[in-house]
């Protein structure tokens, strides 16, 4: 099982990013998968998930109405479409899986989480 995550940089304020995460060993429509993104000296928080059933996902009230997360099921991926980006969103994004949760609703609680790809930073700044 392998997750990585891709595609962050330097925005400025109001600005857009998409994130991508790629993932080998499962399929995208058969687990949950999720973002997550800690800053400096805070713990690190559920961004937006999506459940394998249905493909729904859900998002932290901080970034409700600004971000999109959704997937690929042919290319096996799933993205994290960042817009009217704010410096409280700078931090280092992840995506993540429950494994052991097959065909499950998915869940922001990062603990929960059984494998991880390595992080992209992504830098809001003027």
């Known amino acids: 099982v392998q997750l990585q995550a891709s595609g962050g940089g330097l925005v400025q304020p109001g600005g857009s990013l998409r994130l991508s995460c790629a993932v080998s060993g499962f399929a995208v429509s058969e687990y949950p998968i999720g973002w997550f993104r800690q800053a400096p000296g805070k713990e690190r928080e559920g961004v937006s998930c999506?459940?394998?059933?249905?493909?729904?996902?859900y998002y932290a009230d901080s970034v409700t109405g600004r971000f999109t997360m959704s997937r690929d099921n042919n290319k096996n991926m799933v993205y994290l479409q960042m817009n009217s980006l704010k410096p409280d969103d700078t931090a280092i994004y992840y995506c993540?899986?429950?494994?052991?949760?097959?065909?499950?609703?998915?869940?922001?609680?990062?603990?929960?989480?059984?494998?991880w790809g390595e992080g992209t930073q992504v830098t809001v700044s003027s």
């Open positions: 993540a899986t429950e494994h052991h949760r097959k065909f499950s609703a998915c869940r922001l609680d990062y603990y929960g989480m059984d494998y």
């Open positions: 999506i459940s394998s059933s249905g493909g729904i996902a």
